[in-house]
């Protein structure tokens, strides 16, 4: 029987960093801002988080990462690295341990440091794949199958790439503060057929914090608390594009992920008003709107 967050767990504050190539600004520098501005929303004092979870893909240190750059020692410091996911596993996990009575106060983090460079692929053994595969080629793939199964065309790509920029020119924070019109989205250079330019995200520098606490403990922080309804998380194999049977239009792991958040929430995706969607490229945000139910 899943855990009822609504009644264990509260966010009672965030923070976040600037987002862009942020060359004069180390990994800790990135930490310590967002983690500052989480604790500062929360009222909350650093010595009262009792563990914390940091996600992110490109460090190579462990837990250490966050303990160091906030001179926080002696409680658990756990790295969480879920590829795209491990902001989101690294609050999961933060919810999860509340609501299992393990602790009263903790602190979820994500950052990535982009623009001082990636990591080495890691050896793997596909005959094609492991030749020239990068993530615009993927997700390239994806389109082109969508393109052809559906009968969609790069305006369809475009208006997300629109519709984003649009919202990034009213958020401070954002990396891009641009409009982009239609035109401007099908003109750009082509970075592998159909996805040009401002069909893909930018590498980024950045962080964000939470504070997570028992829902019992909320009038401590705040009046105005988030109420985690459900968090859903499913692996299935790391690399789906190496199997004959997958499609291309969708993600399995969505999916489930998206059944298992919708059930503990006791929700559809009908009551659904609004979605925050992963958009490393346009056509993602797409097949997003498909594996989460919103479409069809």
Not at 60 to 74: H, Q, R, S, V
Not at 112 to 140: Q, T, Y
Request: aromatic share 10%.
């Amino acid at each position: 029987m899943p855990v009822d967050l609504r009644k264990k767990v509260a966010i009672v504050g965030v923070g976040c960093t600037q987002f862009g190539e942020l060359y004069d600004q180390s990994p800790e520098d990135l930490m310590c801002d967002a983690v500052g501005e989480a604790l500062a929303d929360a009222g909350c004092a650093r010595d009262r988080i009792e563990a914390a979870w940091v996600g992110t893909v490109m460090s190579t240190f462990g837990g250490d990462a966050l303990a160091d750059a906030l001179k926080l020692f002696g409680r658990p410091m756990t790295r969480v690295q879920n590829y795209c996911a491990s902001g989101m596993d690294a609050l999961r996990n933060a919810c999860l341990a509340v609501a299992a009575g393990m602790y009263d106060v903790v602190l979820a983090v994500g950052f990535e440091k982009m623009r001082d460079g990636g990591f080495a692929r890691p050896n793997r053994s596909h005959p094609v794949l492991d030749f020239g595969e990068r993530a615009p080629h993927i997700f390239a793939l994806s389109a082109n199958r969508y393109f052809a199964k559906y009968g969609a065309t790069k305006k369809t790509l475009a208006a997300v790439a629109v519709k984003n920029h649009r919202h990034g020119l009213k958020s401070p924070k954002a990396h891009l503060r641009m409009e982009v019109t239609e035109e401007t989205v099908l003109r750009a250079p082509m970075i592998y057929s159909p996805l040009g330019l401002f069909d893909c995200c930018p590498t980024t520098d950045g962080a964000a914090a939470a504070v997570v606490c028992r829902a019992d403990l909320v009038r401590d922080f705040t009046d105005e608390p988030v109420w985690p309804l459900g968090i859903g998380l499913a692996a299935v194999s790391g690399q789906p594009y190496y199997k004959p049977s997958f499609g291309y239009v969708g993600f399995e792991a969505t999916v489930r992920a998206a059944e298992q958040a919708y059930a503990q929430a006791r929700v559809t995706p009908a009551d659904v008003d609004f979605a925050e969607v992963h958009d490393c490229f346009t056509i993602t945000e797409i097949l997003n709107y498909e594996d989460l139910g919103f479409c069809g």
